[in-house]
């Protein structure tokens, strides 16, 4: 049983534009949520996060957004470089799960030039 | 300052054979976790260490999986014996507060 779904494997972006990659969760115990990002062969490098007593958090290019009605959440990359080619994971995590992280399976981000 | 190391980055056995891994947290880190990230998933968490007594190993395969984290620093993590289905890599990370730093991982494959 799947807590965190990131439904779309990949997604084709042309440099300059704008980048959009959803996760859903299933659990409403989750208050904390995290975007990594992975380069192959290396491990994955946080991004950025947001607590559910939020619905925005913003840093430089990238937004997180969070709808705890619909449990979605979503991450935006305006605009998108050839160097943010690579695999986001979504993760969740809920107050006393002492950074237990529940992860999706990923979605491969390619930035065309 | 220095990441996350692990060792080896890459490893092959067969299937019944045993391995393990190391990994050396950042310093002053006091919670290592060991995720398993099999190809097209996500990470799974295997289990959890706050200083040298376990959090949460309740994903731990523990009939073949066994770690241990030597004076609330450095930790070992080991398979024995292999099977096929373990194949994938094997992360740690380590925190202080919040949110897991990520080392390289290892990459086994079991044949």
């Known amino acids: 049983d799947q807590q965190v779904k990131q439904n779309s494997p990949s997604l084709s972006v042309q440099e300059g534009r704008i980048s959009i990659l959803n996760c859903d969760y299933t659990?409403?115990?989750?208050?904390?949520f995290l975007w990594y990002k992975k380069y192959p062969a290396e491990g994955p490098t946080f991004l950025i996060s947001?607590?559910?007593?939020?619905d925005k958090n913003e840093d430089g290019r990238f937004t997180v957004f969070l709808n705890k009605s619909a449990k979605h959440l979503s991450l935006h990359i305006v605009p998108s470089q050839p160097g943010d080619s690579a695999v986001y994971f979504c993760?969740?995590?809920?107050?006393?799960?002492?950074?237990?992280?529940?992860f999706g399976k990923g979605t491969k981000l390619s930035v065309k030039p | 300052e220095a990441g996350v190391a692990q060792s080896p980055r890459y490893k092959i056995i067969e299937k019944r054979q045993s391995v393990a891994f190391w990994c050396n947290p950042i310093?002053?880190?006091?919670?290592l976790y060991w995720y398993q990230q099999i190809l097209g998933q996500g990470p799974k968490l295997l289990i959890q260490?706050?200083?040298?007594?376990?959090?949460?190993d309740s994903q731990l395969p523990k009939d073949r999986f066994s770690a241990e984290r030597l004076k609330g620093v450095d930790s070992t993590l080991k398979i024995q014996p292999a099977k096929l289905e373990d194949s994938a890599v094997y992360l740690c990370?380590?925190?202080?507060?919040?949110?897991?730093?990520f080392g390289p991982g290892t990459r086994l494959t079991v044949t």
């Open positions: 990370a380590s925190s202080l507060y919040g949110r897991p730093y």
């Open positions: 659990n409403s115990m989750f208050d904390y």
């Open positions: 947001i607590s559910s007593i939020k």
């Open positions: 993760a969740a995590s809920e107050t006393g799960s002492q950074g237990n992280l529940i």
């Open positions: 310093s002053g880190h006091a919670t």
């Open positions: 260490f706050q200083n040298n007594g376990v959090v949460d």
